[in-house]
Nanobody, 123 residues
Framework: QVQLVESGGGLVQAEGSQRLSCVVSGAGTFFRVNSMGWYRQAPGKQHELVALRTAEYTPPKYADSVKGRFAISRGYDKNSVYLEMNNLKAEDKAIYYC??????????????WGRGTQVTVSS
C-alpha cells in the first residue's frame, strides 16, 4: 500500500527556517512518481498549493505568497520531496500535506496524500 511519510514541521520563530521531508513507501517494484508537491491548510482557510515539482526539467510551481522564501526539491531517486522554508511568517502557520501522483502497474496514476504535519510560527 502506497504511503507518503512526512517529517519535519513543529514550532519555529518568525523569520526562521524549517525543512519538510516526504518519502514514498510501499509502492512496490514497478512504479513511477509523476509529481510531488506540498499543500497546506490554515485554520479557516482553503486548502492551497504551496509548491509542486513535476518533470525534472520543468520549473517548479509556487504559490505567490511563498515565492522567494520556499524552495521545493526532489530527492535523487525522485521518490522523495523536500520543502525548504525560509523567512517564515505568521501566515505560514498551517498543516502541510505532501502530495504525490504515482503510477503503479495495478492501479494506474493516482494522487496520494500524507497525513499532514503542523507548522507553527511564533512571533
Amino acid at each position: 500500500q502506497v504511503q507518503l511519510v512526512e517529517s519535519g514541521g513543529g514550532l519555529v520563530q518568525a523569520e526562521g527556517s524549517q525543512r519538510l521531508s516526504c518519502v514514498v513507501s510501499g509502492a512496490g517494484t514497478f512504479f513511477r512518481v509523476n509529481s510531488m508537491g506540498w499543500y497546506r491548510q490554515a485554520p479557516g482557510k482553503q486548502h492551497e498549493l504551496v509548491a509542486l515539482r513535476t518533470a525534472e526539467y520543468t520549473p517548479p510551481k509556487y504559490a505567490d505568497s511563498v515565492k522567494g522564501r520556499f524552495a521545493i526539491s526532489r530527492g535523487y531517486d525522485k521518490n522523495s520531496v523536500y520543502l525548504e522554508m525560509n523567512n517564515l511568517k505568521a501566515e505560514d502557520k498551517a498543516i502541510y500535506y505532501c502530495n504525490a501522483n504515482i503510477w503503479t502497474s495495478d492501479r494506474g496514476s493516482i494522487d496520494y496524500w500524507g497525513r499532514g504535519t503542523q507548522v507553527t510560527v511564533s512571533s
